[in-house]
């Protein structure tokens, strides 16, 4: 490996701002920032407080005068190495306080290597994958110079027409919140290295819960929902040390989050501690004003440091206001200074005094070898077999021909997903380029359409004949990265164009039909699930999507990956997530009365008085946590270490499981509770722990989960409780499915 040894004066600027105090023995980090502060001029503080992307200033020359002026603490979207070393190296020697830039930028699911998008990386159930995953990015990306990253967001999301479910964990809390520490380990790694990159948990907070899925749209939380899902994720990002935090666009129940002192001051500050910094979302300070709660900027910029924005991202609502506001006397110098010192914590924390400029550079860790190989296992991992009738799966490498159709079988750059600034669609490797590698001239390729949206019906002809002349059908079916992400929300969440009806038509073949659906989003794919023998969901996998499928359809490995997210029937059944309340009337299958089935001339008044949909029934397509596999696993023996708990005790709960069928696989065991009494009504069900085992064929092991009564607690409107009581319990292979048990709470 080469390593490029760029400009490094160890320590300088931390040693020039110590030396630049009284001479006093400064030994506490916090004295060391207090006195910087105190040396400061107010415009150099609100200089630190300012955020700019790339070419704000205007040209190099430009940016190096600003920078040396202190107008800046950080850019964004800056990746040239060379480049940033330089400006760093202004920063360091040239500007008064020798106070070193952050770099930030977007590096959500790989830099250069990609990997699965995140709610891909959560279907693994497999924490520690993510970390090594981002440890990679932070390894890619700091050789680029970025010191810190826009991730990773840990919005809860029920909106599957929301883009950017693609980029979170899902639906739970405590799978998400799981991701979260684990992303944020692997981002920053060891502080001391020169890999480290800060991680910043966005958006804080409730941002996935938009209307209707529009995107940056208000959010109606109840402070325990907020308290009891939302918050969590980043509660735990918080514990694990996420550096820094970044506010939202989202509207909070009347105050927008860039504003919003209760979430920003009262929770994250007072209750929990947190000592990190918070960066706004692009613009989000400035946007309090479309949101109708700042008539200006100038407002804007108050409401926002009162509240306990530390810098302002894009924007410059603070430059421009924040030295009159104190000489209003709306808000004071004082203020400053604590959000300036959250902002410099984070700058030694990151120990960029000792190594502003991230000096072991190398270049040839872009694409190295493990990486690639590693985005191909959490590819393979993060995938999930919804159905395989009569083993259609796996195909044999000895087929004597297959049909290889689809808009994403070979679409480079769109199996990578959203959020790929720095990811390249030519470092691909795609299905059709893996599938053909092992079966040469035995593969029938043919893309049928264009893309996902083609409503060209000229490439079916050519697509049928194709599956007509092979043993078996795949077909690569789902949307284009563009359609999810940011801002990019469907109303319909279906198969775009006419996939569906290409799918009919393979389907008339006879041949036995499997499809990949690629995407960023649970689609409502119903009707296509009726249709195919056999369903391997791919998500957007990534640089290494290709090899990643071909190991799964040919049996290399089993598919081990689960729902993260509840799948809908379609859009009309949104929201609908595993941990819902009962309700006063709930309906079980039995209940439903199906439109079909109403008699045309019914005069009654209702269909039963129950909690339904009578078109879609009271199921969703398929529950979270769902996930089929090429063996078959048996649980058996729900142990319970003892029928009861008491308020600070914890029981055991253990079951078996086998591996009754004929592969060696991977499974997901999971544990979930229900708290059947609150003094506020409690889900369904909740996700209480999860364990991934491996089994060859006729092996059995025990499962073993503690459950402490402090994980039963909860936030009832007034304060966190553990309350005494009956609860369900049920050890299974998903939210629907289990070995129940029960216990007492004393
Ligand atoms: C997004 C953030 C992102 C930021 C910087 C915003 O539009 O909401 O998630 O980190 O841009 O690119």
New binding site residues.
Partial sequence: MKIRILLSIVGLGFLAACSAGSGNNLDTQEEKIRQMISEMTLEEKIGQMQQVNDGFFGDDEATKQAIREGKVGSF?NMIEPDRIAEFQKVAIEESKHGIPLLFGR?VIHGFRTIFPIPLGMASSWEPELAEKAMRIAAIEASSMGINWT?AP?MDVSWDPRWGRIAEGCGEDPLLTSEFAVAMVKGFQGDLNDPTAVAACA??YVGYGMSEAGRDYNTTYIPEPLLRNVHLRPFKAAADAGALTF?SA?NDLNGVPTSGNEFTLKTILRDEWGYKGMVVS??GSIEEMINHGFAADKKQAAGIAVKAGVDME?ATTCYADNLAQLIKDGAISEEQINDRVANIIRVKMEMGLFKKPYNSFVSADTILAPSHLEMSREVARKSMVLLKNNNSTLPLSKNIRSLAVIGPLADAGRDQLGTWIFDGNGDDSTTPKQAFGEILGSRMNYVDGLEYSRDKSTKGFAQAIAAAKNSDAVLFFAGEESILSG?ANARGIIDLPGIQTELIAELKKTGKPLILVVMAGRPLGIGAEMDMADAVLYAWHPGTMAGPAVADLIFGDFSPSGKLPVTFVKGAGQIPFYYYRKNTGRPATENDVVYIDDIPRDSKQLSLGFKSMHIDYGVTPLLPFGFGLSYTEFKYENLKLSSGEMSKDGSITLSADIRNVGNFEAEEIVQLYVHDKVGSITRPIKELKGFKKINLKPGDKTTVNFDLNAKDLQFFNGDAYVIEPGDFEVWIGPNSDEGLKGTFVLK
Avoid: V
């Fill in positions: 964004l977007d826009f967001m966005k958006h970044m666009f979302d692009w991202m940011e």
